[in-house]
């Protein structure tokens, strides 16, 4: 695994060819890791007879197992290798998150897989052959039958469509291909799903929260552990991020020698990042004599990269993770709460500067009620920022608020749905800041025009670029219900679909009449230009007022309100005798 150490012919415990240094080493170690191997099986053996384990094997049960302090001792000293493939599914949940699902649940997503043409599964393709180069089954040259890029395809792919919020994030690639040199291919989608999910929760999202959060606790566990060696870093400007950030996306894996890692791996799905840690402080350690050598940062920094490549000697490692203080998940709680806190507040304020410079350009707002409108709505509990950065709204959460802000505005309407693909410019079924204050801008700021044109798109719910009769009558309820909720909707489906129809009987138009929002002279000619009653529309949408020290939010109701009610009351009438 060394820089410019060439190939040999030979091969690790799951195929991996060895350079020329990490064959002398597995040489070297070779009688220690026999004796130690031998050693753990007699132990497990023992154990298997005492707990009575069906033809010696491991069982499935997690609850059976984690909560016994022997068989914890065992885990952390290291898994047979014959046993890790159901071990590992059974210590990850992964057995038990299969349980809850169908049995065909991962060949359906295998088959929707097969149809699936998109961003992901592009970024996915690119980084199938930059996996493990240096494996036989997953080098480019690797067409035989068994190779296991087609493999690792399948699993990425279906899990790209299992949970579309994650989608794929690079470092899934190594783990899953990790995982099918152990394991059989859909307890491999399992493990992975289990390690995405529950182990490492917020890793593999568009911001990798939760690997930033725990970097900055490693951070803090190395200034408690070398605090003259971590000034020293700072002094010379090496980021541990960009060093360490691998180590706990992909947990080591091509980075420490492979029985090493496997060893770290057996605890790591046991005891989740908290072996994690351990390793990173233990590395460390075991190579501090090393750093006071340094007189640059480059020499450093090539240092930090080498730490975990020649950690060969497993059980040394191991023992000085089990010499270190306890790291429990109790003790780091506050510090990933501290951090996380940090971390979105960085990230806010970045997003804000971000997205306040564009909508400057973009909006009708300026820059001091883009700010305020930021704050106001990034703080509102039902908006999600963990996939983009920004606020984002689903469908759901857009109602949400818009009922709030408008009282009677009625959610789950062919108008609001409408009304929310409107404000969607992407197309991705979300909302982010950027679309929504472009929207509102138009509502509260637009000309006459511009409004009127919204309106029309809104209840042109079909799309077919006019209103219908039925269309005009469910803008007339919408309104209602707005200003005054308190008359029954049947009573006024009736009254409202009599004002209408007497609205195109004396336009001499036919009942089923079509109102167009450019002008249209269609083979019926039946058409009406809206656009000419523009000059009818007066006090609608006041500006948004940011003078006072109250939120934003609490002006947008009254320039809400005010719009269909206004463009209505001044648009019918010019119908109507």
Same mark, same amino acid.
């Given at each position: 695994?060394?820089?410019?150490?060439?190939?040999?012919?030979?091969?690790?415990?799951?195929?991996?060819?060895?350079?020329?240094?990490?064959?002398? !080493?597995?040489?070297?170690?070779?009688?220690?890791?026999? @004796?130690?191997?031998?050693?753990?099986?007699?132990?497990?053996?023992?154990?298997?007879?005492?707990?009575?384990?069906?033809?010696?094997?491991?069982?499935?049960? %997690?609850?059976?197992?984690? &909560?016994?302090?022997?068989?914890?001792?065992?885990?952390?000293?290291?898994?047979? &290798?014959?046993?890790?493939?159901?071990?590992?599914?059974?210590?990850?949940?992964?057995?038990?998150?299969?349980?809850? &699902?169908?049995?065909?649940?991962? *060949?359906?997503?295998?088959?929707? *897989?097969?149809?699936?043409?998109?961003?992901?599964?592009?970024?996915?393709?690119?980084?199938?052959?930059?996996?493990?180069?240096?494996?036989?089954?997953?080098?480019?040259? @690797?067409?035989?039958?068994?190779?296991?890029?087609?493999?690792?395809?399948?699993?990425?792919? @279906?899990?790209?469509?299992?949970?579309?919020?994650?989608?794929?994030?690079?470092?899934?690639?190594?783990?899953?291909?990790?995982?099918?040199?152990?394991?059989?291919?859909?307890?491999?989608?399992?493990? /992975?799903?289990?390690?995405?999910?529950?182990?490492?929760?917020?890793?593999?999202?568009?911001?990798?929260?939760?690997?930033?959060?725990?970097?900055?606790? /490693?951070?803090?566990?190395?200034?408690?552990?070398?605090? @003259? &060696?971590?000034?020293?870093?700072?002094?010379?400007?090496?980021?541990?991020?960009?060093?360490?950030?691998?180590?706990?996306?992909?947990?080591?894996?091509?980075?420490?020698?492979?029985? =090493?890692?496997?060893?770290?791996?057996?605890?790591?799905?046991?005891?989740?990042?908290?072996?994690?840690?351990?390793?990173?402080?233990?590395?460390?350690?075991?190579?501090?004599?090393?750093?006071?050598?340094?007189?640059?940062?480059?020499? /450093?920094?090539?240092?930090?990269?080498?730490?975990?490549?020649?950690?060969?000697?497993? =059980?040394?490692?191991?023992?000085?993770? !089990?010499?270190?203080?306890?790291?429990?998940?109790?003790?780091?709680?506050?510090?990933?709460?501290?951090?996380? %806190?940090?971390?979105?507040?960085?990230?806010?304020?970045?997003?804000?500067?971000?997205?306040?410079?564009?909508?400057?350009?973009?909006?009708?707002?300026?820059?001091?009620?883009?700010?305020?409108?930021?704050?106001?709505?990034?703080?509102?509990?039902?908006?999600?920022?963990?996939?983009?950065?920004?606020?984002?709204?689903?469908?759901?959460?857009?109602?949400?608020?818009?009922?709030?802000?408008?009282?009677?505005?009625?959610?789950?309407?062919?108008?609001?749905?409408?009304?929310?693909?409107?404000?969607?410019?992407?197309?991705?079924?979300?909302?982010?800041? %950027?679309?929504?204050? +472009?929207?509102?801008?138009?509502?509260?700021?637009? +000309?006459?025009?511009?409004? /009127?044109?919204?309106?029309?798109?809104?209840?042109?719910?079909?799309?077919?670029?006019?209103?219908?009769?039925?269309?005009?009558?469910?803008?007339?309820?919408?309104?209602?219900?707005?200003?005054?909720?308190?008359?029954?909707?049947?009573?006024?489906?009736?009254?409202?679909?009599?004002?209408?129809?007497?609205?195109?009987?004396?336009?001499?138009?036919?009942?089923?009449?079509?109102? *167009?929002?450019?002008?249209?002279?269609?083979?019926?000619?039946?058409?009406?230009?809206?656009?000419?009653?523009?000059?009818?529309?007066?006090?609608?949408?006041?500006?948004?007022?940011?003078?006072?020290?109250?939120?934003?939010?609490?002006?947008?109701?009254?320039?809400?309100?005010?719009?269909?009610?206004?463009?209505?009351?001044?648009?019918?009438?010019?119908?109507?005798?």
């Amino acid at each position: 695994f060394m820089d410019e150490d060439p190939l040999t012919d030979e091969t690790d415990l799951v195929g991996f060819r060895l350079t020329r240094s990490a064959a002398e !080493q597995r040489a070297k170690y070779a009688g220690k890791w026999a @004796a130690h191997e031998e050693k753990a099986q007699r132990q497990w053996d023992a154990f298997a007879r005492k707990m009575r384990w069906e033809s010696g094997a491991p069982p499935c049960d %997690r609850n059976a197992l984690v &909560h016994n302090a022997e068989f914890k001792e065992l885990v952390f000293g290291g898994i047979p &290798h014959k046993w890790r493939p159901t071990l590992w599914k059974t210590l990850s949940g992964a057995t038990e998150l299969q349980a809850a &699902h169908e049995r065909s649940y991962y *060949s359906t997503l295998v088959r929707a *897989s097969f149809r699936e043409s998109s961003a992901i599964s592009d970024c996915i393709e690119m980084d199938l052959y930059r996996t493990f180069p240096q494996h036989p089954l997953f080098s480019e040259g @690797a067409t035989t039958p068994e190779s296991m890029i087609p493999t690792l395809r399948r699993i990425l792919v @279906a899990y790209s469509l299992r949970n579309r919020s994650v989608g794929y994030c690079q470092s899934m690639n190594s783990i899953g291909a990790w995982l099918l040199l152990l394991i059989p291919e859909e307890d491999a989608f399992w493990v /992975l799903a289990a390690i995405v999910e529950s182990i490492c929760p917020l890793y593999y999202t568009h911001n990798m929260l939760g690997c930033q959060v725990d970097l900055r606790i /490693l951070r803090e566990l190395l200034v408690r552990v070398f605090p @003259a &060696h971590m000034s020293r870093f700072e002094e010379m400007g090496v980021s541990l991020s960009l060093l360490c950030t691998k180590w706990f996306l992909c947990q080591f894996i091509n980075m420490l020698p492979t029985t =090493t890692c496997l060893r770290v791996w057996d605890s790591f799905l046991l005891f989740g990042t908290i072996i994690t840690f351990r390793t990173a402080v233990a590395l460390f350690r075991l190579k501090e004599k090393q750093f006071s050598t340094c007189y640059n940062t480059l020499e /450093l920094i090539q240092q930090l990269n080498a730490l975990p490549k020649g950690m060969f000697n497993h =059980t040394r490692l191991f023992k000085e993770i !089990q010499a270190l203080p306890d790291i429990t998940h109790e003790q780091l709680l506050p510090l990933a709460q501290k951090f996380g %806190r940090e971390i979105k507040e960085e990230m806010d304020e970045i997003h804000r500067c971000r997205d306040v410079d564009q909508l400057v350009k973009l909006s009708k707002f300026r820059k001091s009620e883009l700010k305020a409108l930021w704050n106001s709505f990034s703080d509102l509990e039902h908006a999600d920022r963990s996939t983009r950065g920004s606020v984002v709204l689903n469908m759901g959460q857009f109602e949400h608020i818009f009922a709030s802000l408008v009282p009677g505005w009625q959610p789950n309407t062919p108008a609001m749905d409408q009304l929310f693909r409107i404000f969607d410019q992407q197309g991705d079924n979300r909302i982010d800041f %950027r679309e929504l204050m +472009t929207g509102l801008s138009l509502m509260a700021k637009g +000309t006459l025009e511009e409004k /009127l044109h919204l309106c029309f798109k809104t209840f042109d719910t079909q799309n077919k670029g006019f209103l219908r009769k039925e269309d005009i009558v469910e803008m007339l309820l919408s309104v209602h219900r707005t200003v005054s909720p308190h008359r029954s909707r049947e009573s006024l489906s009736l009254e409202f679909a009599a004002l209408v129809s007497s609205m195109l009987t004396n336009l001499g138009k036919p009942l089923d009449g079509a109102v *167009s929002f450019e002008v249209h002279t269609g083979p019926s000619g039946d058409a009406i230009e809206l656009r000419r009653h523009r000059g009818c529309l007066v006090h609608i949408m006041p500006p948004i007022s940011t003078g006072s020290n109250e939120s934003v939010l609490q002006d947008i109701p009254s320039f809400l309100t005010s719009f269909l009610p206004s463009l209505l009351t001044s648009l019918l009438p010019s119908f109507l005798p």
